[in-house]
């Protein structure tokens, strides 16, 4: 049984993660902006080092060392470029790129320790495509997949492996909220017509993919970013 961190494991598509590393055998702890209230969730914004460090030193404590990491908090944001300040630029960056940053360097001790370690970040099928109205948002979402090549080149040696799934047009509360403010560019049944699959992504289908790059089997797979996204970016 190894100890899993899983951020924004409280909603949508890190929510399924988590329960499915909990199916796969492993201690799940969740780090989440607002925990749902579960045992081992923690309140924690991703963004701030400090917050980081207390939870992963609290998750040590009571789960021991941290060899398995899933990063899933993401902060969304849908702006016309030239109206966008830097403040609110720099907050997206924060959470989604430096969150990874600090989450990665919280668990990696525990991981070079072991000898062994699992990370997936979870970044976004935008980040191949672009996205008008969400330049900060697919900036630092492609910064990810950058970040994941190189600690995987980085880290390998060690015995840890580092992948990115970047979903593509999953059913969860973001995805809604984006269609409610009308902000998809066409409705959820437009894009399913558009999809290869001819449905929407599920939590679980990116839960999956995460549940095999933790595997032992997938020992071999490192810097890889596996689309999951029903055909819609190749
Ligand atoms: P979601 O349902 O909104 O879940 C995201 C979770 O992350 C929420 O619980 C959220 O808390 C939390 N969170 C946000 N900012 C945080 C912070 N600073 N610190 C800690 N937790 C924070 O969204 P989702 O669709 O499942 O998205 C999960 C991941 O997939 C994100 O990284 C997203 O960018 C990526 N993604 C999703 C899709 C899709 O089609 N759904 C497509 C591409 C990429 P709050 O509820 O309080 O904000």
């Given at each position: 049984?190894?100890?899993a961190v899983?951020?924004?494991?409280?909603?949508?598509?890190?929510?399924?993660?988590?329960?499915?590393?909990?199916?796969?055998?492993?201690?799940?702890?969740?780090?989440?902006?607002?925990?749902?209230?579960?045992?081992?969730?923690?309140?924690?914004?991703?963004?701030?080092?400090?917050?980081?460090?207390?939870?992963?030193?609290?998750?040590?404590?009571?789960?021991?060392?941290v060899?398995i990491l899933v990063n899933?908090?993401?902060?969304?944001?849908?702006?016309?470029?030239?109206?966008?300040?830097?403040?609110?630029?720099?907050?997206?960056?924060?959470?989604?790129?430096?969150?990874?940053?600090?989450c990665v360097?919280?668990a990696?001790?525990?991981?070079?320790?072991?000898?062994?370690g699992r990370i997936v970040?979870?970044?976004?099928?935008?980040?191949?495509?672009?996205?008008?109205?969400?330049?900060?948002?697919?900036?630092?979402?492609?910064?990810?997949?950058?970040?994941?090549?190189?600690?995987?080149?980085?880290?390998?040696?060690?015995?840890?492996?580092?992948?990115?799934?970047?979903?593509?047009?999953?059913?969860?509360?973001?995805?809604?909220?984006?269609?409610?403010?009308?902000?998809?560019?066409?409705?959820?049944?437009?894009?399913?017509?558009?999809?290869?699959?001819?449905?929407?992504?599920?939590?679980?289908?990116?839960?999956?993919?995460?549940?095999?790059?933790?595997?032992?089997?997938?020992?071999?797979?490192?810097?890889?970013?596996?689309?999951?996204?029903?055909?819609?970016?190749?």
């Amino acid at each position: 049984m190894k100890t899993a961190v899983v951020t924004g494991g409280s909603s949508g598509i890190g929510k399924a993660i988590a329960e499915r590393l909990r199916k796969d055998g492993h201690q799940v702890a969740v780090l989440d902006l607002n925990p749902s209230g579960g045992e081992l969730e923690y309140k924690v914004d991703v963004s701030d080092r400090t917050q980081v460090d207390d939870a992963f030193a609290q998750v040590r404590e009571q789960l021991g060392p941290v060899t398995i990491l899933v990063n899933g908090a993401g902060l969304e944001l849908y702006k016309r470029f030239h109206n966008i300040d830097f403040a609110t630029w720099q907050k997206v960056v924060d959470v989604n790129l430096g969150g990874v940053f600090h989450c990665v360097q919280a668990a990696l001790p525990d991981m070079l320790e072991a000898g062994w370690g699992r990370i997936v970040n979870i970044s976004s099928s935008s980040a191949q495509s672009g996205q008008q109205f969400m330049a900060p948002y697919v900036s630092s979402k492609a910064a990810v997949n950058g970040l994941t090549k190189s600690l995987a080149l980085e880290y390998g040696p060690s015995g840890i492996t580092v992948n990115a799934v970047p979903p593509g047009f999953v059913e969860t509360p973001m995805l809604h909220r984006s269609a409610e403010k009308g902000l998809l560019g066409g409705t959820i049944e437009e894009h399913i017509q558009r999809t290869p699959v001819r449905r929407a992504g599920r939590p679980e289908d990116i839960a999956a993919a995460c549940s095999f790059l933790i595997s032992e089997e997938a020992g071999y797979i490192t810097g890889q970013i596996l689309g999951v996204n029903g055909g819609r970016n190749t």
